[in-house]
């Protein structure tokens, strides 16, 4: 009979062979106590230096102002022939009057969807009608219905050359993700100096921004196209053209209408986003005016204007890509019909949708009631805002001794307290060692060390060794490699501060939506009742474009950090919902009948069993709230934060492409480096899995 071990050398002998987790965590520890212990006389290893700096964005910008220069003659002959189809499709979807747009989507819906797509059309369209923003939506709708052909075109071509030349596959997939990650605005810079000012800027962000998701599509759904499908294609004796067009094509086009959808939700995205640098008159310039003057009420209904187009497009191309079933076609006919007889009937008073305000008196309304709940309520709210402030974000921002102060906290910080904060984490750290968790006790003494000093005043050396420990355990040397490496580039690019602030706000904003998304997932995968009232939440929240998550914030906390957080918040929570809740109730029933049987109760089963058969899952889902949160952190800058989002937004302001480009790269080198750590430690479940 074995006899455990009780004795003072048991934990000592436990603690001699360390995980590697456990070397990595120890390896960041020391280096991190070094820095701040030599930081007195070398106090280059926690600041680095500016003359250790290169000039990157001087340099860039030069380098792209000589090569934009030279194709910029091109450029503008590009530009003036897209302006064609552009003025266009403005004329033709401002032409087009109301009644028989109405009718024509009215009955598409109907086709495709039957009577509730087509209710939705009908009702959201009459909304659009109803608010006295008809026209500036029909043009931001010619935005986009130029935009997407050139979208889907740009991307088809590219998934098909990835499919065909696996060689480049990797280089496209790359290629791809670096497209995904580099902030919107960092594309309008170097656009506005080639395509000169106008709505062309944001036909072609647009196109580039949409084009990466229908590429991943195509390459995916021919991927996933059968074997057997191949070959028969090949036994039929057709061309390799023959078989990829009339056999592969066809049969991946489930997934390749996935890419359509999600290729017209990122384009309209975007159009609202290039108003920033106007053009003409559209429902995201009418968005961005009222905001800046503070009229909550009609930046509210543009607003919900977005928002509607969107759903519809959402739901539209949805069921384009899963359903194959139609509805009656005569029925759909007869209500173009009727549109288009109301549009005859009626044709010269109804010349002007603009004359159509309906709806003005209930956005005075909010105005007016909004103005009034902000004097009734700015206290209670000022209160929620300076509490998170104070005792949240700026502590994780400057630390402890920097935030504790007798105006926020009613005591100053001392070393005295920074000492006891430490030790006490170390104790803590040291009894979790002693019980074998060696690992997650010296990770809870760096989280104390990161707390206490502040995300912003970080040592670089801490950084890019903590990065690099992390990419050794998640992947192994290349990763760790990788990690290492791209925040070098980062840090002597002369952005480490900036890039230190993003990585701030970013972070703060994925911890959020980590424990309560993780919390409210949870609550889904218990209760189905939960889950039916929080889908159709995450629904509309994934279908909202990211500007528009600026306007409730804005209405009530006005601009500032705190306002960019909770947007931040609002856009990238759902990925950790879905994922949360998807990889709990996807356990196999084998694995909980186990469970049952050997008596574990309903809450036990959760957490030994669901929980880490669905970590990959679940990691997955921290994975597309990192890029989220990285991806709306340009936006937030339009209402306060700091870092490489506002130095974008200056750069476009000043048409610095230098600054913007190497702002953008910055960003997308953080948001990479999380990306590949987070799927490295995704994959390394898997296969202790066995997935």
């Known amino acids: 009979m074995m006899v455990e071990d009780h004795s003072v050398a048991a934990p000592l002998r436990r603690l001699a062979g360390l995980s590697p987790a456990s070397i990595a965590a120890m390896i960041t520890l020391i280096v991190g106590a070094l820095c ?4 007195p006389t070398l106090p280059w290893l926690v600041k680095y230096p500016a003359a250790w700096s290169i000039p990157a964005s001087d340099w860039i910008g030069s380098a792209l102002t000589w090569f934009l220069g030279l194709i910029k003659p091109a450029m503008r002959i590009i530009s003036a022939g897209l302006a064609y189809p552009m003025d266009w499709a403005h004329a033709l979807f401002t032409f087009v009057p109301w009644p028989l747009t109405i009718g024509l989507v009215t009955a598409l819906g109907w086709y495709i969807g039957g009577l509730s797509l087509a209710a939705l059309g009908l009702g959201g369209l009459i909304f659009v009608l109803a608010s006295g923003y008809w026209l500036e939506s029909m043009s931001t709708l010619s935005l986009v219905a130029v935009s997407v052909p050139l979208a889907l075109l740009t991307g088809g071509a590219t998934g098909i050359l990835a499919n065909e030349f696996p060689k480049f596959k990797n280089a496209i ?9 580099v902030p919107t605005f960092a594309y309008l810079t170097p656009l506005l100096f080639l395509f000169g000012f106008g709505p062309v800027v944001g036909l072609i962000a647009s196109a580039i921004y949409a084009a990466p998701p229908m590429a991943r599509n195509v390459i995916l759904g021919l991927e996933r196209v059968e074997s057997d499908i191949k070959e028969a294609a090949i036994m039929s004796g057709g061309t390799r053209l023959q078989q990829l067009f009339l056999i592969e094509i066809p049969s991946a086009k489930t997934q390749i209408m996935v890419g359509v959808n999600q290729c ?11 108003a920033v640098i106007g053009g003409f008159k559209d429902i995201g310039w009418e968005v961005l005016l009222t905001m800046r003057k503070a009229q909550f009420g009609p930046s509210l209904m543009a607003g919900l204007v977005i928002v509607v187009f969107a759903m519809i497009i959402d739901r539209y191309s949805g069921k384009l890509a899963t359903e194959r079933s139609r509805y009656d076609g005569r029925v759909a006919l007869a209500i173009g019909a009727v549109g288009l007889v109301a549009a005859l009937a009626f044709w010269g008073k109804l010349s002007n949708p603009s004359s159509i305000t309906l709806l003005d008196p209930v956005a005075s309304w909010l105005d007016q009631s909004l103005t009034g709940f902000l004097k009734q309520n700015g206290g209670a709210l000022d209160s929620i805002k300076n509490g998170a402030m104070f005792y949240a974000l700026l502590p994780l921002r400057i630390g402890l001794d920097g935030a504790v102060l007798p105006f926020t906290w009613g005591f100053q910080w001392t070393p005295v307290m920074s000492a006891a904060f430490i030790a006490v984490a170390a104790a803590a750290g040291l009894v979790l060692a002693l019980r074998g968790r060696v690992a997650l006790g010296i990770i809870l003494v760096i989280i104390a060390g990161v707390i206490e000093t502040g995300v912003s005043d970080l040592p670089w050396p ?8 992390l990419g050794w355990v998640s992947g192994g040397r290349k990763l760790a490699t990788f990690a290492f490496v791209m925040l070098g580039l980062v840090l002597i690019s002369g952005l480490w501060d900036r890039a230190l602030l993003s990585l701030y706000m970013s972070g703060a904003s994925v911890i959020t939506c980590a424990v309560l998304g993780g919390a409210i997932g949870l609550l889904c995968a218990i ?11 995450c629904d509309m929240l994934q279908t909202i474009p990211l500007f528009v998550f600026l306007i409730p914030v804005l209405m009530f906390f ?12 609002l856009y990238a929570i759902v990925p950790m919902i879905r994922y949360t809740r998807h990889g709990l109730v996807t356990t196999p029933e084998e694995l909980i009948e186990a469970a049952v049987s050997s008596g574990a109760t309903e809450w036990q089963t959760m957490i030994e069993v669901r929980a880490p058969y669905a970590a990959p899952t679940i990691l997955l889902g921290l994975n597309q709230t990192i890029l989220y949160a990285f991806a709306m952190l340009v936006i937030a800058a339009l209402i306060g934060t700091t870092g490489l989002g506002q130095s974008i937004y200056g750069a476009l302001a000043g048409a610095d492409v230098g600054l913007g480009i190497t ?13 590949r750590l987070v799927q490295g430690f995704a994959e390394e479940r898997r296969q202790a899995l066995g997935l």
């Open 264 to 274: 017209l939700m990122a384009a309209l995205s975007m159009v609202i986003i290039a």
């Open 173 to 181: 997939q790359t290629v791809l993700d670096v497209m995904q990650t």
């Open 663 to 675: 702002s953008g790269a910055a960003m997308a080198i953080l948001a990479l480096v999380a990306d």
């Open 462 to 469: 801490f950084l890019l060794v903590g990065a690099g420990a």
């Open 36 to 39: 701040v212990a030599l930081e």
């Open 558 to 569: 006005q601009i500032g950090e705190f306002s960019a957080f909770l947007a931040i918040c």
């Open 527 to 537: 209760s189905p009742m939960a889950w039916r009232v929080v889908l159709p939440i």
